[in-house]
Every structure is written in structure tokens, then in C-alpha cells.
T-cell receptor, first 111, second 114 residues
Framework: GNSVTQMEGPVTLSEEAFLTINCTYTATGYPSLFWYVQYPGEGLQLLLKATKADDKGSNKGFEATYRKETTSFHLEKGSVQVSDSAVYFCALKTGANNLFFGTGTRLTVIP | DVKVTQSSRYLVKRTGEKVFLECVQDMDHENMFWYRQDPGLGLRLIYFSYDVKMKEKGDIPEGYSVSREKKERFSLILESASTNQTSMYLC?????????????FGDGTRLSIL
């Protein structure tokens, strides 16, 4: 079946620290992979995506590489800011309508 | 930019009421979705629609129904609201049939059933 596993949160970092949020997946076929971000009180926003193996998605200083050999799509940022505090969701899509989400990882960045 | 608009950010209703949550998208997307989001459970798909008047059950359709009379509008209906339907509800839309196309989300409706 299809599933996404994210690292347990919450994650608390100091400003300018390096961020990694782990995401691994199980999928049939050739999925596309996504990271979404949810700021407090808001809906989900697409952060980045990768649609095939070895693709790197990037946006707003965040990066993630589609690793088929390890079935992973870890989110990284070199220097986090207080404004990055949010919940991050990893997701995979295997068809037109099937989007599978992880349970989310809450990130808090302190000054 | 894609705009998905949910009619209410916060809603308080009473047990047994019929509740309507409305969602409108402005990008002529074929596909629309309703999810609920609960702490520790992530997002769970309630229903989706791939065309006008078409609907498909998601993972947790019990207690809900949907309506899609126009392409841009997708309504979620709680036939007889219960306290266990207190949740954050998120609407999303996406174009076409390609795996590579992401879903775009509205800001959510936080629904409380008293």
C-alpha cells in the first residue's frame, strides 16, 4: 500500500540552526512527493515538490531530494528563522486523486 | 495563483443540526477534495469529486455527504452534526489527472459541534 512516515515532533530549534525533518514513504508505482507547510490558523500551502527520482525540490531556502533507493524525501533548511515556525507535512501522490499525508511535524524556532 | 476559498473560518453548531461547508476555487480545476484534520491523525480524506455531479468516497465518509452542482463549488454536508465531527475541515482542488500536479488548499474551517 501507500503510506508516509514522518519524524515525530515537536522540533524546537534556535534561530539560524540547521533543520532536517525526515520523511520516508512506501508506494506502488512512481509517486510524486510533496512538502506542505501549515502556519498557525491557516490551511496547507505547497512548499516544494519532486516528481521523479533524484529530483530536488526547493523553495524559500528549503530543499528536499527524491531518493528512490532509500524511499526518502527529507526536508532541509540551512538556517531557520522564527517565521518558519509551522507544521510541515510530507505527502505522496500516486494517481490523479490519491494524496497520502504524513501526520505532520511541528517546528518551533526560538530567537 | 490558485485561490481556494472556504466560506467560514470558524463555525459553531449544535448537535443534530444540518451543517453546510462551502468551498469555491477560481482556477477551473476538475478535482476537488474535502479533508478533516485532527491532532495526531494528520489529514484524512472524506470525499472527492473529479467532475460536476460526480463524487467518490474517501477514507472516512460516514456522517458526511457532498454536492458539486457547479465546477467551481464543492459543498460538504453534515447531515446531523455530532460532537465527534468537531474538527478542522480543509478543502482542496487540483487540475487534471497527472500524478505530478499538487493539490491547492483553502485556509480551513474550524468547526465546533456543541
Amino acid at each position: 500500500g501507500n503510506s508516509v512516515t514522518q519524524m515525530e515532533g515537536p522540533v524546537t530549534l534556535s534561530e539560524e540552526a540547521f533543520l532536517t525533518i525526515n520523511c520516508t514513504y512506501t508506494a506502488t508505482g512512481y509517486p510524486s512527493l510533496f512538502w506542505y507547510v501549515q502556519y498557525p490558523g491557516e490551511g496547507l500551502q505547497l512548499l516544494l515538490k519532486a516528481t521523479k527520482a533524484d529530483d530536488k525540490g526547493s523553495n524559500k531556502g528549503f530543499e528536499a531530494t527524491y531518493r528512490k533507493e532509500t524511499t526518502s524525501f527529507h526536508l532541509e533548511k540551512g538556517s531557520v528563522q522564527v517565521s518558519d515556525s509551522a507544521v510541515y507535512f510530507c505527502a505522496l501522490k500516486t494517481g490523479a486523486n490519491n494524496l497520502f499525508f504524513g501526520t505532520g511535524t511541528r517546528l518551533t524556532v526560538i530567537p | 495563483d490558485v485561490k481556494v476559498t472556504q466560506s467560514s473560518r470558524y463555525l459553531v453548531k449544535r448537535t443534530g443540526e444540518k451543517v453546510f461547508l462551502e468551498c469555491v476555487q477560481d482556477m477551473d480545476h476538475e478535482n476537488m477534495f474535502w479533508y478533516r484534520q485532527d491532532p495526531g491523525l494528520g489529514l484524512r480524506l472524506i470525499y472527492f469529486s473529479y467532475d460536476v455531479k460526480m463524487k467518490e468516497k474517501g477514507d472516512i465518509p460516514e456522517g458526511y455527504s457532498v454536492s458539486r452542482e457547479k465546477k467551481e463549488r464543492f459543498s460538504l454536508i453534515l447531515e446531523s452534526a455530532s460532537t465527534n465531527q468537531t474538527s478542522m475541515y480543509l478543502c482542496a482542488s487540483s487540475p487534471g489527472t497527472l500524478t505530478t500536479q499538487p493539490q491547492h488548499f483553502g485556509d480551513g474551517t474550524r468547526l465546533s459541534i456543541l
